[in-house]
């Protein structure tokens, strides 16, 4: 099997295990990484703090970096998405699209390291401060340590080492032992392109064994997270005192007025709530439709989640391919028995090994995992509603506020969503699973605490200093 080192301060290393990363799909093996230990990951962030000190890589240098970069995956884009279908079991049309898109981010990204400023400060408004030249100037927060999630395991590494480049902060990364080759190869491309070799350490691993290390070590001034709630919740705990960024998960919903455009809506949902499975965080889950369109937006699903082709990732038909391991088929097959269990009508919801038929749940029991829970599967839920206030208050009666949306003509209830619906982002006439590489992204409650977005990944990674200047 393809060996693919890890790297330490600029050197390819191995350990004595490695984790065998195979096709979620067929089993068929995609490469070998190591397995490494909380010796490692000190070692990393050694070197990472040794390459802070240096304050020797300038913003114009940074800039260049990230552009060379973007224009170079551009240049591959084929290799990366057929990596990220093999280990990540994305359908190739998908993959390539977030190939693109992670080449964006680092566009976005090098705009704003030629941007990065601070401001002046009017010392002239108070009496005290009169006579002074005063300047707010952003610094690096520090060594940013970066864990990020399978699903997108291209475009949220670059959301994340993009900005911390941007910044001026060297990075130790931590990717899903589940997809970790993509992550490797992005930096070698970024080094590729010109990024000093020890500015990236990739330490890959397991969680406990590798991830949690990272986050207890006194170097990482920010641990930016991208994951799930209970990881999430954890590493709060573990990373007390230093910076921490989380982007968790959702079940997020989507209002269907009775006025709405319900072909345009039906084949939204078909996409935002089936495509790479359902595994993303903002998956459409949960379909909310007037109670007098209800009967026609379950049918216009049914038969929308009847037509998605299914399969290999790797053929350029596939739209719906298969769930990262057994265990996660298991966990939703199991969900969807409990539905049936408890009375509610389930469409599709078949399993073929990793593969689940997309499913469709008639309106559910509310305590149920596939209403309340984050299913991150191709599964959505449909629930009438009588007027726009109970389809606020049902979308708001979630802890998961990263994205909600609205398909509407009428514009006082799309501003009253837009006002009225407690999210990071209200998508109107639209699902909640868009997301522009540039936007403010992330939630709060369970769904997190920061925003995406490389201008707003940067303030996170940056300090304000004050500087007083004084004839
Ligand atoms: P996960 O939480 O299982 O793992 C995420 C990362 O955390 C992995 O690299 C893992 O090895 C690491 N990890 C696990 N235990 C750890 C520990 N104790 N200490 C440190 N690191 C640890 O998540 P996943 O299954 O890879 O991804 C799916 C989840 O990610 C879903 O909940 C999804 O909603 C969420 N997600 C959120 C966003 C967002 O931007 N809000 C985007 C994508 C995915």
Not at 82 to 89: D, F, P
Not at 384 to 401: G, K, Q, T, V, W
Request: some cysteine; glycine content about 10%; proline content about 7%.
């Amino acid at each position: 099997m393809l060996q693919v080192p890890a790297r330490i301060g600029g050197r390819p290393v191995g350990a004595a295990e490695w984790i065998e990363v195979r096709s979620p799909y067929d089993g068929t093996p995609v490469g070998r990484v190591p397995a490494l230990t909380a010796a490692h990951v000190a070692e990393a962030c050694t070197a990472a703090a040794a390459v802070l000190a240096r304050r020797d890589f300038p913003q114009h240098a940074r800039a260049e970096v990230l552009e060379r970069a973007a224009g170079l995956l551009t240049e591959r884009t084929e290799e990366f998405a057929v990596t990220v279908a093999r280990e990540a079991g994305k359908p190739i049309a998908d993959a390539r699209g977030e190939t693109a898109r992670c080449a964006d981010t680092l566009r976005f990204a090098a705009v704003e390291a030629r941007k990065l400023a601070g401001e002046m400060i009017p010392m002239d408004a108070s009496r005290a401060a009169a006579g002074r030249l005063g300047l707010a100037v952003r610094h690096p927060a520090g060594v940013v340590a970066a864990i990020t999630p399978f699903n997108f395991p291209l475009n949220l590494v670059a959301h994340k080492i993009g900005p911390a480049i941007a910044a001026g902060c060297p990075v130790v990364l931590k990717p899903a032992e589940l997809t970790p080759i993509s992550a490797i190869r992005l930096v070698d491309l970024l080094v590729e392109a010109g990024l000093p070799e020890d500015w990236i350490s990739v330490v890959t691993g397991t969680g406990p064994a590798t991830g949690e290390p990272l986050v207890e070590h006194p170097v990482p001034a920010v641990v930016s997270f991208t994951g799930s709630v209970a990881v999430g919740r954890r590493i709060q705990r573990a990373a007390a005192g230093k910076r921490v960024l989380l982007e968790l998960g959702s079940n997020a919903p989507v209002i269907i007025e009775a006025a709405a455009d319900l072909e345009r809506a039906v084949a939204a949902v078909r996409r935002g709530g089936f495509s790479y499975a359902g595994q993303s965080c903002v998956s459409t889950q949960r379909v909310l439709a007037h109670r007098s369109v209800y009967g026609a937006v379950l049918d216009g699903l049914r038969g929308a989640a009847g037509t998605l082709r299914l399969g290999d990732p790797l053929d350029g038909r596939t739209e719906v391919g298969p769930l990262i391991s057994a265990a996660a088929t298991a966990r939703v097959a199991g969900w969807l028995d409990a539905a049936r269990r408890a009375g509610a009508e389930v469409t599709g919801g078949e399993v073929h090994g990793t593969l689940i038929t997309p499913a469709v749940v008639a309106d559910p029991p509310r305590h149920l995992d596939v209403y309340r829970g984050e299913v991150f599967g191709p599964v959505i839920t449909v629930t009438p509603y009588a007027d726009l206030d109970e389809a606020i208050a049902l979308a708001n009666a979630s802890d998961f506020r990263l994205q909600a949306g609205i398909f509407t003509p009428d514009l006082g209830a799309a501003l009253r969503a837009a006002n009225d619906l407690d999210f990071g982002g209200v998508l109107i006439n639209e699902v909640p699973t868009f997301r522009a590489d540039q936007q403010p992204y992330g939630g709060s409650g369970a769904a997190g605490n920061t925003r995406e977005g490389p201008a707003y990944a940067i303030n996170e990674m940056t300090e304000l200093r004050f500087v007083s200047v004084s004839a």
